[in-house]
């Protein structure tokens, strides 16, 4: 059997990619989250130059190859309340930008409909909180989803609750 060869630019890739997944190089590495997997490919896509990964209560700080902060995830860990939507949870992450400012908010997967959830998605609806400060954002007032009520209400109401119990971190950059 004939085992893979990488370049040496492949390598490092693989290397940085295996050792942000596994939390490694970080200080904090307590997920405790049933939305773990979901949140590190979220993680991957939006932070592909991450060095490492800071994490735990919820919160991922994502920091280059030099150390600089990249950003941050906030997710649903077990003690964050998830709303119920039409037929199940609707749980959600947020990317902020180093300054703590939304950059996107994300359905993370759930239990609820997916024909509601898609509606959620494509509907604009999420993209109401980016460019908006974590303690900002937390009351925005925002619109349900015609044809997708419960499930986007459910997706605010699990937003406020990550963005209530991260409004004190100390954001920076």
């Known amino acids: 059997m004939k085992l893979p060869t990488f370049s040496a630019g492949a390598l490092g890739v693989v290397l940085t990619l295996s050792v942000l997944l596994s939390g490694g190089c970080g200080t904090r590495t307590a997920w405790n989250s049933p939305y773990e997997d ?7 896509r939006q932070f592909p130059d991450a060095g490492h990964l800071d994490v735990g209560d919820g919160i991922a700080e994502v920091y ?3 150390g600089e902060i990249l950003g941050y995830v906030l997710f ?15 749980p ?15 359905l993370l997967p759930g ?42 209400e459910a997706a605010v109401v699990s937003l406020r609750h990550l963005l209530k119990k991260h409004r004190n971190h100390q954001y920076g950059g």
């Open 76 to 90: 649903p860990d077990a003690a964050t309340p998830v709303a119920t939507g039409f037929r199940g949870a609707v």
């Open 92 to 106: 959600v992450m947020a990317v902020c930008n180093p300054q703590g400012k939304i950059r996107q908010v994300c």
């Open 38 to 44: 979901a949140v590190k490919a979220e993680i991957t």
């Open 111 to 152: 239990a609820d409909d997916e024909k509601f959830v898609q509606r959620v998605a494509q509907s604009g609806l999420l993209d109401e909180w980016c460019g908006f400060a974590v303690g900002e954002a937390e009351t925005l007032p925002v619109d349900a989803v015609t044809g997708a009520t419960y499930s986007s």
């Open 64 to 66: 280059g190859q030099s």
